[in-house]
């Protein structure tokens, strides 16, 4: 099985400590790797263009990259974001 490699953030987390994503029918189409992905947040430490995300779906693990994060005022530690895959990784029972 191929290694699944440590990236920056990762989806989900809890109160205060979470990325989300902000559409999730935004994935019933294809996965492309032109494909953008909208997210959103709570975090000390916000994402920064280029900054990595994991994201673990049904039959495989996503490697996404940051292409805009947009800072939120109030809360100062909400962001939204778009998101694009650089590697998707399959599990091995898919």
């Known amino acids: 099985m191929e290694q699944v490699p440590d990236t920056d953030y990762l989806i989900g987390g809890g109160?205060?400590?979470s990325i989300q994503w902000t559409r999730p029918e935004q994935f019933n189409g294809e996965l492309t790797y032109d494909s953008r992905f909208d997210?959103?947040?709570?975090q000390r430490n916000i994402p920064e263009e280029g900054?990595?995300?994991k994201a673990?779906?049904?039959r495989?693990?996503?490697?996404l990259e940051f292409v805009s994060?947009?800072?939120?005022?109030?809360p100062p530690d909400m962001f939204f974001a778009a998101v694009k895959p650089v590697r998707q990784i399959m599990k091995d029972n898919a």
């Open 15 to 17: 109160w205060g400590n």
């Open 69 to 74: 994060v947009r800072r939120c005022g109030d």
């Open 60 to 63: 495989s693990w996503l490697i």
């Open 39 to 42: 997210c959103h947040g709570w």
């Open 56 to 58: 673990e779906m049904e």
């Open 51 to 53: 900054d990595s995300l």
